[in-house]
């Protein structure tokens, strides 16, 4: 991250704006995948904010994200038929209607994210390990038996919204907001947190309070993906959210390295082209996902893409 973070924040939405621009020029296919790895880098680095420099260990992430994709698809299909009638609205007006979904989906997610955090983040380790993939699968079972929702069928017909640019935009806010949460003087509680829990309490941080605040920045984040990915997929169901979801984010952020915004962002790309790359034998994916953990483990615990210039140390 340059010196002045805002810089690169607004530089980045310039680059959105142009791809966008140009994106009738690109291949469909190419920008599909691109708009993949974008999704998929808003998880990984909002859960790096919890798993890497809160040192936590959440299994619930795609549950926030499914919240935020119901949520936000809920709010175009019921507001674009009224607002805009059968002829649609200018993109304008869209544009608007959509970021006001993803941010309904993104609070709403992060509220589920408070109400999991406040009784489960005094737990550590593996026990709030369960209780986060606990929450995740009592949202996909919720989702499941919710008939207005599409239940098990899940639901169909939403607004193709999603677009490049916004995929890009928001790939770009969430890191601004995480790398500048972390790099700042309220931010090295999160780190103190991560390195020493009991030390950080003898010397007054209130760990639980950190804790709690980036589990809800970390869902309210996923929710923007899911929403993302709901008006890019025009189509979710509650399995596309299940425990296997949770274990590919933890992954990337595993692979990219704990605490390692740079290495995070490498390994979300890494693992969005490989399923791609490895189309022919998809079926093996998860096998591969596996080996490349155990290997992983083996040869670099502190993560494959852990590089210095992506390191924010206390």
Known sequence: MPPKPHLFL????LVAFGVQHYSDSFNPYYLDV???IGINIILAV???LVNGYTGQFSLGHA???SVGAYLSAAVTMYCAPRWFGEDGGTALQEGGLFLMALIAGGLSAAFAGLLVG???LRLKGDYLALVTLGFGEIIRVT???VESLGGALGLNGIPPYTTIFWVLAFVAVTIFVVTCIVKSTYGRGFLATRDDEIASEAVGLNTTRYKIVAFVIGAFFAGIAGGLYGHFKLTITPTGFDFTKSIEIVVMVILGGMGNTLGVILAAILLTLLPEVLRPIAEYRMVLYSFLLIVLMLARPQGLFNFKLGKIKA
């Open 34 to 36: 691109l708009t993949g």
């Open 46 to 48: 909002s859960l790096n």
């Open 118 to 120: 406040v009784p489960s």
């Open 10 to 13: 607004l530089g980045a939405l």
């Open 143 to 145: 989702f499941q038996n």
């Open 63 to 65: 549950g926030f994200m």
